[in-house]
């Protein structure tokens, strides 16, 4: 499975991003799918995942209310809408691929493919 993220770039404070994710090579509908970030100097933290459906999503407590993730089956892309953004959400974005669904979608371990990334900077 590729994944190509795309989206990113520099917004001021309080601004919006809408990230998205194209996946290819495998049968996407068939996948969970999170969304990660990596700020300078931190590890790679969860921020969200949605089910194979759409029908069920998970947030981080940081960006629950903020953020919204969904996907397109159909065109093979999940996205990630960032409303309300704050400097402390700058950090490269990364799309996964979960193959395992065991529920651990907070879990880098939980994700076998990962996307390239896509640098997100919010100034204040």
């Known amino acids: 499975v590729q994944l190509q993220a795309s989206g990113g770039g520099l917004v001021q404070a309080g601004g919006s991003l809408r990230l998205s994710c194209a996946a290819s090579?495998?049968?996407?509908?068939?996948?969970?799918m999170g969304w990660f970030r990596q700020a300078p100097g931190k590890e790679r933290e969860f921020v969200a995942a949605?089910?194979?459906?759409?029908?069920?999503?998970y947030y981080a407590d940081s960006v629950k209310g903020r953020f919204t993730i969904a996907r397109d089956n159909a065109k093979n892309t999940v996205y990630l809408q960032m409303n309300s953004l704050k400097p402390d959400d700058t950090a490269v974005y990364y799309c996964?691929?979960?193959?395992?669904?065991?529920?651990?979608?907070?879990?880098?371990?939980?994700?076998?493919?990962w996307g390239q990334g896509t640098l997100v900077t919010v100034s204040s």
């Open positions: 996964a691929v979960d193959t395992y669904y065991s529920g651990s979608y907070s879990s880098t371990y939980e994700y076998d493919y």
């Open positions: 090579g495998g049968t996407f509908s068939r996948y969970g």
């Open positions: 949605i089910s194979r459906s759409g029908g069920s999503t």
